[in-house]
């Protein structure tokens, strides 16, 4: 006879099995959230133990190199360049237009005042001086005769007169005619180097023509040229550093010439050199010049400065030795060079100035600097960090 289980005891069961199931299910997730739980917790343990250690090495305060801040005299200084030349010179020209005979001079020699440099032929000027002589004895001659007929009464005082003025028109042509041979020599009126020859001896010196040029070394200058934007800042007596060959050469300006050059729109500008300075004419040099001196400039370094967007900042150091501060100060900049610039508002004298160490920094942050010897020296070296 064969079994069969009644249905109520199977449903049963099967409600077991499935209370097992869920109660199973529910063991795991707990499990799960447990396991999940600890490794949180040994993460954050962790996390915390990371975050002592660093903050156990973060300084108490941000260690920075300050400057006291001082009024001076500020130097604007540009460079130009130009071209050496002496400051006398001439150019030895003919007044007529004549043969030359003999130059007596080549480039490179030394001549003196008074030196005779060029022979023109004269043979024409010559032989019309001795006749312009003999006319002028002729017309002297007839006058003193005439005198003293009218003294006897044998000629007119109108006949001595017109005697005495044709004497006076011979003497004329003579001494013009004198000077016009005199002028076949032709001497230097420097004293000097010759440094142009144009002419040589059987060719026609035309008038006006030059034939030498002569320079006197003993004394030079440059011709500089300058820009419309600093012209204004430069008179007479303005010092300027001319460097030649890598010398420097102390000079000042001797003239400004307001009328600029067509084309470059810059302004000739001459500068005296130092005697002895051995710059010769032509040689290429640079001009140092002072063109802006502001009394009583607030000047910082250049470093210290940042900028927001189109602004600019420093830093300043501010508090007393319990509790230094740094503090971001909004300045305006008005020039400056050579690592340094002009702060024309924003900042003091007696301020401290944070140069170095600020980068980095925020406005009210905790600084620290060293004052030993503070008082002595513009600058504080940075504090060691705590």
Request: charged share 25%; hydrophobic share 40%.
């Amino acid at each position: 006879m064969e079994y069969i289980e009644e249905p109520s005891r199977t449903s049963k069961k099967i409600k077991t099995i499935k209370k097992i199931r869920v109660l199973l299910w529910v063991a795991a997730i707990i499990a799960g959230v447990a396991v999940m739980a600890l490794r949180i917790t040994s993460r954050s343990e962790r996390y915390a133990a990371t975050l002592d250690r660093i903050s156990q090495n973060i300084p108490r305060s941000r260690p920075v190199m300050v400057m006291k801040v001082e009024a001076s005299n500020w130097e604007e200084w540009k460079k130009y360049y130009g071209v050496a030349r002496a400051a006398r010179n001439m150019e030895v020209a003919s007044y007529v237009r004549e043969i030359v005979e003999a130059v007596h001079v080549d480039v490179g020699d030394s001549v003196k005042e008074g030196q005779l440099l060029i022979s023109l032929r004269k043979t024409d000027q010559s032989a019309d001086a001795r006749a312009r002589a003999a006319a002028f004895e002729e017309a002297k001659s007839t006058y003193n005769r005439l005198i003293a007929l009218n003294k006897a009464g044998g000629v007119s005082q109108a006949e001595v007169d017109r005697a005495r003025t044709a004497m006076i028109s011979e003497q004329a042509a003579l001494q013009s005619n004198r000077s016009a041979l005199g002028r076949a020599e032709l001497r230097s009126k420097i004293s000097g180097i010759v440094t142009g020859r144009l002419i040589n001896p059987g060719e026609v010196a035309e008038m006006g023509q030059t034939l030498l040029s002569i320079e006197d070394v003993s004394e030079m200058e440059a011709i500089i040229m300058v820009s419309a934007r600093d012209i204004a800042g430069i008179g007479v007596k303005t010092p300027v550093n001319v460097i030649h060959n890598g010398v420097s050469i102390k000079g000042a300006v001797t003239r400004v010439n307001p009328k600029a050059q067509s084309g470059s729109g810059l302004y000739p500008v001459t500068v005296g050199l130092d005697p002895g300075s051995g710059v010769l004419p032509g040689a290429n040099i640079e001009g140092d010049f002072l063109v802006r001196l502001t009394p009583d400039a607030v000047v910082i370094p250049s470093s210290a400065l940042f900028n927001r967007g189109e602004e600019q900042f420093v830093f300043v150091a501010v508090g007393d030795a319990g509790e230094r501060t740094a503090r971001m100060t909004k300045i305006s900049a008005g020039g400056g060079g050579g690592g340094k610039v002009v702060a024309t508002s924003g900042i003091a004298p007696e301020d401290l100035l944070i140069i170095s160490g600020n980068r980095g920094l925020v406005d009210g942050i905790a600084i620290s600097y060293e004052t030993s010897g503070f008082e002595n020296s513009t600058l504080a070296e940075p504090a060691k960090r705590d």
